[in-house]
């Protein structure tokens, strides 16, 4: 199946600095990502969704300041969480769309990756 | 929106028994519904999908079933292993337009030796 690979697995950063994830397809193009977050036995909560080439799209509640998503290419979209804060730390997974093709029409996730901050 | 509810919250079975988890889904307009293992501290990783256009879908040991009149869609585990434990989540969500998917809360399946 189609590969999405996301970097770092895990991060430790200062409080106030600012960390950037990055999520990579990496057989197929991704017309289309999406960016999650995780708390410990929680379901997915949706950040916001990443079209190449056009603002993200942010949900309700999370902050597009704090929350900064670029989607330059077709196969790599990057999350950068600004002054990350204690209360960031936590499982960020990105997802891709290809709209067919290798993708099938299907999203498939990258492994997540752990945020701490300290 | 859509609102998707999965139960149960949590499944203990033991190894060779069957296991089954159950989605509703409040818009009728979703079409795609794929299910997700997830193990500790990894991403998602999908195991099977459907979608509207099929009732039933079957891949080894697990299948996923879908009345769209009802609005529910189950997944099933037959001959459960310990290496099948795990959160699963089941999603919704239209295709075409990469509809964001909308997630169940999750399902902790404990097989037990």
């Known amino acids: 199946g189609a590969v999405v690979s996301q970097h770092p697995s895990w991060v430790i950063c200062k409080s106030g600095t600012s960390v950037k994830i990055e999520c990579r397809s990496l057989d197929f193009q991704a017309t289309t990502m999406f960016w999650y977050r995780q708390f410990p036995k929680q379901s997915l909560m949706l950040m916001a969704t990443s079209n190449e080439g056009s603002k993200a799209t942010y949900e309700q509640g999370v902050e597009k300041d704090k929350f900064l998503i670029n989607h330059a290419s077709l196969t790599l979209s990057t999350l950068t969480v600004t002054s990350a804060h204690p209360e960031d730390s936590s499982f960020y997974i990105c997802s891709a769309y290809g709209g067919g093709g290798l993708s099938g029409n299907t999203i498939y996730f990258g492994e997540g990756s752990w945020l701490t901050v300290v | 929106g859509e609102n998707v509810e999965q139960h149960p919250s949590t499944l203990s079975v033991q190894e060779g028994d069957s296991a089954v988890i159950k989605c509703t889904y409040s818009?009728?307009?979703?079409?795609?519904f794929p299910w997700y293992k997830q193990e500790l501290g990894k991403g998602p990783q999908l195991i099977i999908d459907i979608r509207s256009n099929v009732g039933e879908k079957k891949d080894q040991r697990i299948a996923v079933t879908l009345n769209k009149t009802a609005k529910h869609f189950s997944l099933h585990i037959t001959e459960t292993q310990p290496e099948d434990s795990a959160v699963y989540f089941c999603?919704?969500?239209?295709?075409?337009?990469?509809?964001?998917?909308?997630f169940g809360t999750g399902t902790r399946l404990q097989v037990t030796l």
């Open positions: 818009d009728s307009a979703s079409n795609y």
């Open positions: 999603a919704a969500s239209t295709t075409g337009t990469a509809s964001k998917l909308t």
